[in-house]
């Protein structure tokens, strides 16, 4: 349910309507808009029309009903675009953000090679991933902690800001001490125990829609996040499961606009994942900038022959900075501006 304040509600008012929304087995969300506060009642709470009752109390204006079964993370509830803020570099904001590095932290070399190169093309964030969900048990899994600190000299010696991937509940608060966004990967997308715990990790999520999953669930796996404390999520599309096998999986680029007509969150893409193919990546990063992606998730591996994962949609390092360039004009045609 929707509590809209009036725009001269005092703080009395609407501490006095947060506390009879939780007298009523709710949990209040209060969300400051330009004009107005407006109070978003959300859980179980055994009776709605005690919230009903909510529209002769002092300083509300109207109550309304969030007709979709995601709430917090719903337009209905919050008209304006979350911008997601890591420090300084905000996501959902002016600025296109680019993501980039390898699939995996293999060695430190691999990772301070990648990471100066991306960033002398124009990358905010560095990606990589220390926890790697393989479909195979006999695959690299990752280097765990030690990947983690690497990824963290690499952001000391760049600037450039971490994002990685975590896979268990157990893992959260590890991977929180070294990474400035936490990643969900396709595989974990309804791992509601982690989505609870991201909740509570005070980092924002880059949260990936699931290879067989609908927007409506992912809308609902990010409402899993925002009702356990954190507003501060990224979407992204990286290609479903369809008939299709010439491409690793098929590209949902209507997700991008549909999403944000259902939500307030930002929403990236990560084309490398949804091809599965080096040719493609760049027409695919062009289309989701066309499309108004909030930014780009993108592997990029110095020798991709050699990658210990994920090697055939892997960018070069000149690749990669070559697609930066000719995605500069698109992004300055759209108005917004890389650096
Ligand atoms: C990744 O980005 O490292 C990854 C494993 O991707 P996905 O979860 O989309 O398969
Ligand atoms: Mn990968």
Known sequence: MII?????????EIDHVC??????????????????VVIGAVGRGDNKDHLHSLRSAPGVADVVPITQPYKLVSRELKANKTVVRVDDLEIGGERFVVMAGPCSVETREQVM???????????????????????????????????????AEARSLTGLKVITEVITPEDVEIVAEYADIMQVGARNMQNFALLKRLGKAGRPVLLKRGMSSTIKELL????????????????????????????RNTLDLAAVPLLKEMS???VVVDP?????????????SKAAVAIG?????????PR?????????QSLTTTGFAEMMAELQSYVSLESRFMN
């Open 293 to 301: 992606a909030d930014g780009l998730l993108i592997e990029v591996h």
């Open 19 to 36: 506390g009879a929304i939780e007298s009523f087995g709710f949990t209040p969300h209060i969300i400051r808009g330009e004009e107005r």
């Open 220 to 247: 609902l796996s990010a409402e899993y996040i925002a009702t356990n404390g954190n507003d501060q999520i990224i979407l992204c599309e990286r290609g479903i499961r369809t008939f299709e096998p010439a491409t």
């Open 304 to 312: 991709p022959e050699e990658a210990w994962s994920d090697g055939a």
């Open 113 to 151: 090679e990648t990471a100066h190169a991306v960033k002398l093309a124009g990358a905010h964030v560095l990606r990589g991933g220390a926890y790697k969900p393989r479909t195979s048990p006999y695959d690299f899994q990752g280097l765990e902690q030690e990947g983690l600190k690497i990824l």
């Open 272 to 284: 490398s994942h949804a091809t599965g193919k080096r040719s493609l990546v760049r027409p695919a």
């Open 264 to 266: 307030h969150l930002p």
């Open 4 to 12: 809209a304040m009036k725009p001269d509600a005092t703080k009395a």
